[in-house]
């Protein structure tokens, strides 16, 4: 553990105007997941929902949810992350339960090979029902991780352009 990952963290929240993202810096040692937290309430404090959307190597995705800067919720696209870095222990370290055990349906496979079923080979934990209320329930978030060539960047994009900051995310990136 331990291990060096190039990573990305943008938050989007949801205020008086709407949505808007920003990114947040969570490179320094971050002693605990209230912490990050902390600094998620920071991007917009009188947010209603404040989500916090981390990318770590390509692989790992970790979304971190508040409703008014209150009730912490928390979805890992796999438990790997937590043993391979410092910022997955921090995100990932207190979760104990898998995500769901969900069956990746049909709709999850590629369009280049419709005839071959979707396999889960990572591990997902946490609330992956977490953004439901929001459009996207935790089989649909569950079957973006899993499909084949979705990176965590893809799976953002995706969720953002559902919530509406779809735009706002990619002029983030693209800055």
């Known amino acids: 553990m331990g291990g060096t990952v190039s990573t990305f963290a943008a938050a989007a929240t ?24 902390d600094r998620l309430r920071d ?4 947010a209603s ?3 916090l959307f981390v990318e770590a190597d390509d692989q790992y995705l970790v979304i971190i949810r508040l409703d008014e800067g209150e009730d912490l919720r928390v979805f890992g696209s796999d438990a790997a992350y937590a043993e391979e870095s410092w910022l997955g222990e921090v995100l990932l370290g207190d979760l104990e339960t898998p995500a769901l055990e969900i069956d990746v349906p049909a709709s999850a496979q590629t369009a280049e090979d419709e005839s071959s079923a979707v396999e889960l080979d990572a591990d997902p ?13 935790a089989q649909k978030l569950i079957t973006l991780c899993a499909r084949d060539g979705m990176l965590p960047s893809d799976v953002t994009a995706e969720i953002c352009q559902r919530l509406g900051c779809g735009d706002e995310m990619e002029e983030l990136r693209d800055s």
């Open 49 to 51: 929902v404040s989500l």
């Open 14 to 37: 949801m205020g008086k105007d709407g949505w808007s993202v920003s990114e947040l810096t969570l490179q320094s040692r971050l002693l605990d997941i209230d912490e990050v937290t």
């Open 43 to 46: 991007a917009d404090p009188d």
């Open 125 to 137: 934990l946490g609330d992956a029902d977490l953004l439901a209320d929001l459009g996207v329930g």
